[in-house]
């Protein structure tokens, strides 16, 4: 018995990682089709074509499909990757340019440029998913990798969907921590807690021993260089950081480096995807390029499978994924969706019990959490005034003053992405 994988969104430049990372796991999960779906033609060519030569490498045995057409794509499928980008890198460049204009920060995932991307992506997403519930396999799993996680898991969930959310930054902390203590990575469980891209690891064990205390007294400056955030600031808080909470604790440093022009990240992606792209356009090019850890998505492709392949095997391991916290954070209520190592079965996945959060880190999540909800209910309702509650609750964004010409900015730029708000200015 095989599965049928789909990945929508098949064009992206991270759709290798996700190529070696199934095919490397025939033991665990035989992949009987794998499909590649995406609206750009010209992407899907280049991208099915290195994919093909990678699993003619790998010798792999089953069937490579690519394809334009939703429908066709979802029929009959047991899993549904989505990993897609609304409005693409001219619509991230807006998310990251458009907040410093008005004082506040400019990024895809956080604050308003993340308001901005769940405006755009919860219906596209939550369409795919019905039309997943119509035509894909009974049972099947919706696995989402599109940004903002969080909000988009919350909302498929909400919707009654089977969906479980996925994020590279605790892998790559875990082989991080790993090299540190120079164990193979399955010997390192963390206790991630938090929402997406609002994270802290407040246990790192090794062999079931916790080491953060170890890392804090003697890495906390290395760790502080990797994530740009003073390891002062890292001991204080008495756990590590995501890099994404650099954008909280260090506001008035962020925006003033983005008001000068730097950290451009939309740019920096477009440049390193038109270079991956002229790579994979290479005959010869057989297995993915180095230069793609430098796209964003380091260990996306072992996440990725080790989670699909959970689901399908019902291993039982523990996981760190976007679900439904059911109690796993006493802070937050049952039906919030946080991202926390889980158990993975077939069944799903059960976030484990933790204790509840310092109150430092209890806040900003709790508000947080508010601000996601009111971001689905405007996504949903296209109202101008559900997404200016959604803004000014956003912990980056500091008030009416700001969230109200803000806002109007980015309905305006994203117009063509929000036929639901066509009427709201």
């Given at each position: ?54 699993l003619d490498r790998l010798e792999w045995r089953g069937r490579l499909t690519l394809t334009g057409n939703l429908d066709a794509a979802l029929d009959g499928a047991d899993f549904v990757l989505v990993q ?92 991080q921590f790993a090299e540190y203590f120079g164990v193979d990575p399955e010997r390192v469980e963390l206790e991630h807690v938090g929402l997406n891209h609002l994270t802290w690891e407040r246990a790192v ?118 679900v439904r916290n059911n109690g796993a954070l006493p802070d937050l209520p049952a039906h919030a969706v946080v991202e926390v190592p889980a158990r993975i079965t077939k069944a799903g996945a059960l976030a ?74």
């Amino acid at each position: 018995m095989t599965v049928k994988i789909v990945v929508i969104g098949g064009g992206s430049t991270y759709t290798p990682e996700l190529i070696e990372g199934f095919a490397t796991r025939g033991d665990r999960l035989p992949v009987g089709e794998l499909v590649l779906h995406d609206t750009d033609p010209v992407r899907l060519e280049i991208i099915g074509g290195l994919a093909r030569r990678m699993l003619d490498r790998l010798e792999w045995r089953g069937r490579l499909t690519l394809t334009g057409n939703l429908d066709a794509a979802l029929d009959g499928a047991d899993f549904v990757l989505v990993q897609l980008r609304v409005g693409g890198q001219a619509a991230r460049h807006l998310d990251e340019t458009i907040p410093p204009k008005w004082g506040t920060i400019g990024q895809e995932t956080t604050g308003a440029g993340g308001l901005a991307k769940a405006l755009r992506t919860v219906p596209v997403v939550l369409d795919i998913a019905e039309r997943a519930d119509r035509l894909a396999a009974p049972g099947h799993w919706l696995v989402d990798f599109t940004n903002p996680v969080g909000i988009v898991t919350q909302a498929l969930l909400d919707a009654g969907h089977r969906a479980i959310g996925l994020c590279n930054v605790a892998i790559a902390y875990q082989r991080q921590f790993a090299e540190y203590f120079g164990v193979d990575p399955e010997r390192v469980e963390l206790e991630h807690v938090g929402l997406n891209h609002l994270t802290w690891e407040r246990a790192v064990r090794v062999d079931g021993v916790d080491r953060l205390p170890e890392l804090l007294a003697n890495r906390a400056e290395t760790i502080s260089a990797e994530i740009d955030i003073p390891a002062e600031l890292i001991r204080a808080v008495g756990a590590i950081p995501s890099g994404y909470l650099r954008y909280y604790y260090m506001f008035s440093t962020v925006l003033a480096e983005q008001r000068g022009g730097a950290n451009n990240r939309a740019q920096e992606v477009s440049d390193i995807e038109r270079r991956l792209l002229e790579m994979y356009r290479d005959p010869g090019m057989t297995q993915k390029p180095t230069l793609l850890a430098n796209r964003g998505g380091a260990f996306y492709s072992e996440a990725a499978a080790q989670l699909v392949a959970s689901l399908y095997d019902g291993r039982g391991d523990i996981q760190v994924v976007n679900v439904r916290n059911n109690g796993a954070l006493p802070d937050l209520p049952a039906h919030a969706v946080v991202e926390v190592p889980a158990r993975i079965t077939k069944a799903g996945a059960l976030a484990l019990p933790t204790a509840p959060l310092a109150p430092g880190l209890r806040g900003v999540v709790q508000q947080a959490k508010a601000y996601e909800e009111l971001a689905i209910r405007a996504a949903l309702s296209g109202e101008r005034g559900d997404a200016l509650a959604a803004l000014m609750a956003n912990p980056l964004v500091h008030g009416w003053d700001t969230a109200v010409p803000l806002l109007d900015e980015i309905l305006n730029a994203n117009t063509s992405h929000l036929p639901r708000f066509a009427h709201a200015h």
